[in-house]
């Protein structure tokens, strides 16, 4: 399934792109003009992380939000500052 995050379900969003002209008024100028709208995707920021998922990790697509909220907790490669055996 592309483009969807795999914790909060994000998927991208529609929007509109703006196309201006002129300066702006607290520039001096006479006001920004409106010369074209079309419409847009606004996609979320997923990235490919390996998760714990009950006592098993997974290879799973989550949004930025996610991982930085806590909301994901990334798999343990090894434990830090141990020497190999």
């Not at 592309?2 to 509109?16: R, V």
């Not at 709208?37 to 490919?48: A, G, V, W, Y």
């Amino acid at each position: 399934m592309g483009q969807k995050c795999a914790i909060c379900g994000k998927t991208p969003t529609k929007g509109n792109r703006l196309s201006q002209r002129g300066k702006p008024k607290y520039l001096g100028g006479n006001g920004r003009k409106t010369t074209g709208i079309t419409r847009r995707l606004f996609r979320p920021n997923l990235q490919k992380i390996r998760i714990q998922e009950g006592g098993n990790t997974a290879t799973r697509w989550v949004c930025t939000q996610c991982i930085r909220s806590g909301r994901v907790q990334k798999a343990v490669v090894r434990e830090p500052f141990t020497l190999p055996k």
